[in-house]
């Protein structure tokens, strides 16, 4: 049986397959459902999803479902952890609470102030994805957010870092990390406070969402294809 589209959803406990039909014509069909256990704790999501197009195979009655097209999506990888570090808690914490809603990011520490080793040590024990430094708004306080992007470059971590502080620091911090070899790690966007009363959280947001994106693929398995007929 030749189906238009097998849609699979893999998330972090059951792996969904949707098969589709007709697509082209005037009555596009929903043909059937499988499912099964998402396998990110064997090592490969794919083991799950073969299970779940197997599944789906028992309740058609067929055996070698095949497709013209494979679409996928998948949060077996869990959500990004994102630690955060400004100049003003209230101000900080609020401004990462609302770039991470929806964004596919988990906020596990939020920083104002120097950074402390005891900071330092807390952000390497919880190996973040993604680190958001903060701090000042336009035209206002400055040496924080720099004394922070010392020390986070520092840290011996590959993950993006964003900064969306003070509009007058963002020369500045890139030499930092170019001092750092680090400078492909840096994402500067606007000001997430370039005003006290003015939250800017869109263009934080977005970068998250481009790194949750790049993140979800790399459920272990998922860079893998296998050669199975028409199957992914």
């Not at 049986?1 to 699979?8: E, F, Q, R, S």
């Not at 990004?80 to 570090?85: N, S």
């Not at 390497?124 to 957010?145: F, H, Q, S």
Request: glycine share 10%; charged share 25%; proline share 3%.
């Amino acid at each position: 049986m030749k189906i238009d589209v097998l849609v699979a959803e893999i998330g972090s406990t059951t792996t969904v397959v949707n098969a589709f039909g007709n697509l082209d014509g005037e009555q596009p069909e929903f043909i059937g459902q499988g499912q099964a256990p998402t396998t990110v704790d064997k090592g490969d999501v794919n083991l799950g999803l073969m299970d779940a197009t197997y599944d789906l195979e028992e309740k058609l009655g067929i055996k070698d479902l095949e497709y013209d097209e494979f679409l996928a999506t998948s949060s077996a990888a869990g959500g990004l952890k994102m630690t955060v570090h400004g100049l003003v808690y209230d101000m900080t914490a609020k401004a990462a609470k609302e770039a991470a809603l929806g964004a596919g990011a988990n906020i596990h520490m939020v920083t104002s102030g120097r950074l402390r080793r005891t900071d330092l040590k807390k952000i390497e024990e919880i190996k973040p994805n993604i680190i958001l430094l903060a701090g000042g708004v336009d035209y206002g306080e400055r040496d924080t957010a720099l004394y922070n992007a010392e020390l986070l470059a520092k840290l011996n971590f590959d993950i993006p870092i964003i900064y969306a502080g003070n509009i007058q620091n963002c020369e500045e911090i890139k030499l930092i990390f170019e001092d750092h070899g680090k400078e492909n790690l840096l994402k500067i966007v606007e000001n997430v406070y370039p005003r006290i009363d003015q939250l800017n959280v869109e263009p934080v947001r977005r970068v998250i969402q481009d790194v949750f994106e790049e993140h979800i693929i790399h459920a272990p398995g998922m860079e893998r294809r296998y050669s199975l007929g028409n199957r992914w």
